[in-house]
């Protein structure tokens, strides 16, 4: 090999890395949960069940639009039919996962996460990556990114729904008003971190604020600015929160649809 | 003699030897006038000792407080400077220092602002109005930063306009000039080597500006880089030219004393300017026993004031800690002798007791960073450890106010710190920085002005023979003991230490006078190995050399200078005295090659300058004959 | 109290060279440029290292130290074992010219063609009104020393030799958002040259450049972030350019 660091004229070094800490530790733990969460979720979306126990929907069925769904579960009503490919139904929660899945591979905290871990360029800072070519993101498909914007808003209105689900959850199994149960707190820490997670997003960032030349202009727009950046420096944080929480809403749910075990109410 | 080694040839307008703050403005200004410029520097473009000014830039542009004018400036940098200044240029930097700033402020820096969107000002030791535009405590970095896109957005210009980015104007990174090159009495360019390869360069040139900076590396405890090897003063001595007030040094009070490793690096003023006090080991806030008699009105005599006067400016007195430089690097040193020193052998700077470690972090962001990543102290938790420090020399090229052009070499000028005479005997914080620009354009100009009058001047071959002599010397057995260079520069540091440092007396400085002969016999038998390709071992034989005739001048006007003025303490002279305030100290090099110092006479101050003091002011600086003779007298 | 290291420090030139060992004396609170001197000093009069001001502030000393790129004058010792190996290189990302100094050249290559600040045309010095919360952002980004730690750790150059040409790197990327946030410049396409001239795309964020950079810039959330943010406003987002062309 005779380019990057083995480039003629570089410093002769027959080693990739002369790292002497565990840098391949935090690929191996992205790749690792990351991984987890796929196969948890392939797994749930396949086995189209156990999503809904009322008031409880589980945020990966939600807004479940399919006439497929359940009965009770869809709150928007069900404007998609059921599709079949190759003689198998289309499981509902694929047209939702469609979004968060979009908003979360082009969202540039976890561009970071699987550039590194994943895709190796590079595995971790100055550790030559294994690629003998890079155009990065200059290019289709990659330059796709540039569209993370449109996932954000479209991330928005889920956001909303699933809020939406959060608040219909502080009802009890015969869909009364005002009872709280542990579902509910799940479901309202679920949309929580979401919303934690949209609001640290650097599109967001730039769209309330950032894009500004003249903050003195524009006051309160240097607040919002100010807040988000604030929230920001911790998106990170919230992108792994919000993905470990959503696939332990379901999870709760599941549990609780299955009649594994009860949704205990407080009153 | 032939010369074995490669050599290149450059030709050009005028050629700039530094890129600091005065050497870039310079160059930007001889370029605007149309000259072939060059610009040379050691180390890599951008990092020269600029880069490491902290506190911020003086110029009275009354953005804080509208009082503000040139005179005020004028007055605070003559009295700064106990009246040695040449009266000429601390005027002509107090009018034009504004400009400067504003037109760095075109060029895209980015200064700290005011509420109302105006350039920010602090205060700053001798400043009596908040008076320095500053980045934080990154000011030098911008102004290097923003000089150095400057040069780069006039080289896009010739792009575009010649197809060349480097017609006109180029840099030469990584070069170290070692001698200026004369043909019919008359400069005709420089000659050196590529720091790189060990290759000769020679660049012709009829005009040439010195703009090298400092010469902190001759003293062992310093806050300057390893660049201020006092290369400019030796150049200009051995062309020919004149060295003035070079016993002047300005040793800055509160440098790091702990680990060695960074003993001298600097702790900025404004770490005092926001509020830090200093102690001694009983824990004793000593300044208040140090206010010298001219400052008795203006500092306060209690800590009750003291503490008073940063809420209140206006009806209390600066707390003793601000006191120039020059005092309380003294008192620090008075205090350590007397057995009152910290464990390190300094004192105690603290503000742990006196902010909230938010705002420490908030104000002093990089002093934070320093001592937690280089002492593992915490300052918000912990006094620091300072001593004073080497830290800038006010002597140096003696030099025409208004064209820099440097005394006895037509076609030589200089600006920066290397040039003497603007500050006199003490130097203000901040006033360096401003007068950079003033004197880096000024010298521009005057050398366009020069090369536009006198045309060119061929490089002779004899003199580049000279020249290359001298370069391969160190290669050369001597015919002594071969000298490791890096140890005889560790042992001329100590000298000037321990001889001819922050205090001095006439035993110490003769004795250092012999030291450094001893020493410059001993550099003909300095020995390098290796090669020439990047070898800093010979890069150091050749800047020793420079040290040397430096600090044969500095203990050379400090043995004749018989009183303490600013950055010359004489232990065994220690009060001022008005008729050494009529003489500057001229150090030149004999025809032989030894060091000569002899007295002139300061130039006087007209009238109208004379006017802008009280009588009782200029009475504490001037002799009884000079005050009788003032015509038209001051109000 | 002074204690013996062990000390592995590339030598050579662009043709040839290799680690060689050496051992020496390292004292209390010492840094890793401290002890190279003293190798300078006592063993290898010739070995060739760059720096300055021996303070983090000029961006000279940068160099790899158990392959992480750092400056020299702000590693401590103490901050490795007592029996550990040091290993020294020079910047793998560049050429190197002797030891452990590099031509970092494409550096400056790159900041000639940034397009310089450009005040309006009327405005005269002295005129500028600038907001404090407004000259912030670029205020950041110019605490940048130039070490190039950035430049040598990012894998599009690193990795790729051949991308040299088309790319210009964190620095000076960030330094096209720094003008681009400047409350005054008026130069209008910027954006549309990082993205086409300076090759904004092939950065994928993978932020080493914020990992290494001594002045703790958040190169990589504050300015190409950001950036790429704007480049989208221009180049892909039809949404935005219909609303500013209306305005207009
Ligand atoms: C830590 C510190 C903080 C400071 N803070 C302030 C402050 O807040 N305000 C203020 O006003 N002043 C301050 N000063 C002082 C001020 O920074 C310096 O006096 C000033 O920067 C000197 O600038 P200069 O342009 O004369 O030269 P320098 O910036 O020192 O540049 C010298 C140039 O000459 C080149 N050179 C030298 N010798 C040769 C040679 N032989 N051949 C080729 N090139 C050569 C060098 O490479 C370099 O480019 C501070 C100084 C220090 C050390
Ligand atoms: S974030 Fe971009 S610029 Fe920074 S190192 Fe990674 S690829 Fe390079
Ligand atoms: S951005 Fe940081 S790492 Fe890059 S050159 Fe500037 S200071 Fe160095
Ligand atoms: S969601 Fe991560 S950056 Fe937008
Ligand atoms: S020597 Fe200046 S940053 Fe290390």
């Known amino acids: 090999m005779s380019t990057g660091v083995f480039s003629p004229g570089r410093a002769k070094l027959s080693q990739k890395t002369l790292r002497k800490d ?246 | 003699m032939s010369n074995p080694v490669n050599m290149e040839r450059f030709k050009y307008d005028v050629v700039i030897i530094g890129a600091g703050g005065a050497g870039l403005r310079a160059a930007v200004e001889a370029r605007e006038a149309g000259l072939r410029t060059a610009i040379i520097c050691k180390s890599l473009f951008g990092k020269a000792h600029t880069v490491m000014a902290e506190g911020g830039m003086a110029a009275s542009m009354g953005n804080v407080n509208s009082n503000d004018n040139w005179q005020v400036h004028f007055r605070d940098t003559m009295r700064g400077g106990k009246f040695l200044n040449h009266y000429r240029m601390a005027e002509l930097h107090a009018k034009e220092a504004p400009d400067r700033v504003w037109e760095l402020e075109m060029w895209g820096a980015l200064f700290d602002r005011t509420k109302e969107g105006k350039i920010s000002q602090r205060n700053f030791g001798g400043h009596e109005y908040p008076r320095l535009a500053h980045v934080g405590d990154r000011t030098g970095l911008e102004m290097i930063r923003t000089m150095q896109q400057r040069i780069v957005a006039l080289q896009q210009k010739d792009e575009k306009e010649f197809g060349d980015a480097q017609r006109y104007l180029k840099v030469f990174a990584e070069i170290t000039i070692t001698d200026i090159l004369k043909d019919n009495g008359k400069v005709s360019g420089v000659y050196g080597y590529r720091r790189e390869t060990g290759e000769e360069v020679v660049f012709e040139a009829p005009a040439v500006v010195l703009a090298t900076g400092g010469i902190g590396k001759t003293f062992k ?193 200089a600006a920066g710190e290397v040039a003497a005479g603007m500050h006199g005997s003490n130097r203000l914080g901040g006033n360096s920085l401003s007068d950079l620009l003033v004197f880096g354009r000024r010298a521009g100009m005057g050398a366009a002005a020069y090369v536009k009058a006198n045309g060119e001047n061929p490089v002779s071959k004899d003199s580049i023979d000279k020249a290359a002599a001298r370069i391969a010397a160190p290669f050369k057995a001597g015919e002594g003991p071969a000298q490791n260079p890096y140890l005889l520069h560790a042992e001329l540091q100590q000298v000037t230490n321990d001889l001819v440092g922050i205090i001095r007396t006439e035993k110490e400085l003769a004795a250092a006078k012999e030291k450094i002969k001893d020493f410059q016999e001993k550099l003909k038998d300095v020995q390098v190995t290796g090669e020439r390709f990047f070898n800093p071992a010979f890069h150091i034989a050749l800047d020793l050399e420079n040290m040397l005739l430096v600090a044969g001048c500095i203990a050379g006007a400090g043995l004749i200078r018989e009183e303490s003025r600013g950055g010359h303490t004489r232990d065994d002279y220690p009060k001022m005295d008005p008729n050494w305030r009529l003489v500057n100290l001229h150090c030149s090099l004999t025809d032989s090659g030894e060091i000569k110092v002899e007295k002139v006479k300061l130039p006087d101050m007209p009238n109208e300058l004379l006017n802008l003091f009280e009588k009782d002011e200029l009475s504490k600086y001037m002799t009884e004959p000079e005050l009788v003779n003032m015509k038209g007298g001051s109000h | 109290m002074a204690r013996k290291i062990n000390l592995k420090i590339w030598r050579g030139t662009s043709k040839d060279g290799g680690l060689q060992d050496v051992t020496v004396d390292a004292n209390e609170g010492e840094v890793v440029l401290d002890v190279i001197h003293r190798v300078q000093a006592t063993q290898m009069n010739d070995l060739a290292v760059r720096w300055n001001c021996k303070a983090g502030k000029c961006g000279s000393c940068s160099m790899e130290i158990n392959g992480k790129p750092r400056l020299a004058c702000m590693t401590q010792m103490a901050n490795f074992a007592e029996d550990e190996t040091i290993t020294i290189t020079p910047l793998r990302a560049f050429p190197v010219i002797k030891d ?130 704007r480049v989208v406003d221009v180049k892909f987002d039809p949404l935005v350019r219909l609303s500013s062309k209306l305005r207009k």
């Open chain 1, 22 to 267: 565990k840098w391949w530790l935090q690929p191996l733990v992205t790749v690792a949960v990351l991984l987890s969460f796929i196969v948890y979720t392939t797994f749930r979306v396949f086995e189209n069940a156990y999503y809904y126990a009322a008031p409880l929907i589980s945020p990966f069925y939600s807004p479940c639009l399919s006439k497929s769904c359940v009965e009770g579960s869809s709150l928007l009503g069900a404007p998609i039919g059921i599709v079949r490919i190759l003689g198998m139904t289309l499981p509902p929660a694929i047209w939702i996962l469609v979004f968060p899945l979009g908003f979360r591979m082009t969202c540039y905290y976890y561009r970071k996460a699987y550039y590194r871990s994943f895709w190796m360029s590079p595995p971790a800072c100055a550790v030559a990556e294994p690629h003998a070519k890079y155009s990065g993101e200059t290019k289709p498909p990659l330059i796709v990114s540039n569209g993370h914007r449109w996932f954000f808003f479209a991330g928005l209105i889920f956001n909303l729904i699933l809020t939406a689900d959060a608040i219909l959850s502080f009802r009890n199994e015969k869909l009364q008003w005002g009872h709280v149960s542990v579902g509910t707190f799940v479901l309202v820490a679920n949309a929580t971190a979401l919303w934690l997670y949209s609001f640290s997003c650097h599109t967001c960032r730039h769209t309330i604020g950032g894009r500004l030349k003249h903050f003195s202009k524009h006051p309160v727009r240097y607040k919002a600015w100010t807040a988000v950046s604030r929230l920001n420096t911790k998106h990170q944080n919230f992108a792994w929160i919000s993905l470990i929480i959503v696939a332990l809403t379901d999870f709760y749910v599941l549990l609780v649809a299955s009649h594994t075990i009860h949704n205990y109410y407080l009153f």
């Open chain 2, 221 to 413: 405890v310093t806050s300057n880089s390893w660049e201020g090897t006092g290369d400019g003063h030796a150049l200009a001595l051995r062309a020919g030219s004149k060295l003035k007030d070079m016993e002047f040094v300005q040793f800055h009070p509160t440098g790091m004393v702990w680990p060695p490793s960074v003993r001298g690096l600097l702790v900025t003023e404004s770490v005092r300017g926001d509020g830090g006090v200093l102690t001694n080991s009983e824990g004793k806030r000593f300044m208040f026993d140090y206010i010298p008699e001219v400052f008795k009105e203006k500092y306060a005599d209690n800590e009750a004031e003291a503490d008073r006067w940063y809420t209140d400016q206006t009806n209390n007195r600066r707390p003793p800690e601000l006191l120039p430089r020059d005092e309380v690097a003294r008192a620090i040193n008075s205090e350590v002798k007397a057995g009152r020193g910290s464990e390190h052998g300094g004192v105690y700077l603290d503000v742990s007791k006196r902010l909230p470690a938010d705002v420490i972090r908030k104000k002093l962001p990089s002093m934070y960073h320093q001592f937690k990543e280089l002492a593992n102290v915490d300052i918000t938790q912990t006094p620091m450890e300072v001593g004073p420090t080497c830290h800038y020399v006010m002597g140096g090229i003696s030099v025409d106010p208004d064209t820099a052009a440097a005394e006895g070499v037509p076609g030589l000028f």
């Open chain 3, 100 to 229: 452990l100094v590099t031509d970092v050249s494409y550096n400056y290559e790159k900041a000639l063609k940034v397009p310089a600040f450009q005040p309006p045309a009327d405005m005269k010095p002295g005129e500028p009104r600038m907001q404090q919360v407004d000259v912030e952002r670029s205020q950041e980004f110019r605490k940048c020393i130039e070490c190039f730690l950035c430049q040598n750790v990012c894998h599009v150059i690193r990795d790729h030799e051949e991308n040299k040409e088309a790319y210009s790197g964190p620095r000076f990327l960030m330094r096209m958002a720094e003008l681009d946030m400047h409350p005054l410049d008026t130069v209008k396409n910027r954006k549309e040259m990082a993205q086409d001239e300076h090759g904004l795309g092939f950065c994928n964020i993978t932020k080493c450049c914020t990992e290494v950079c001594p002045e703790h810039i958040h190169i990589t959330d504050n300015a190409l972030i950001p950036l790429k943010e």
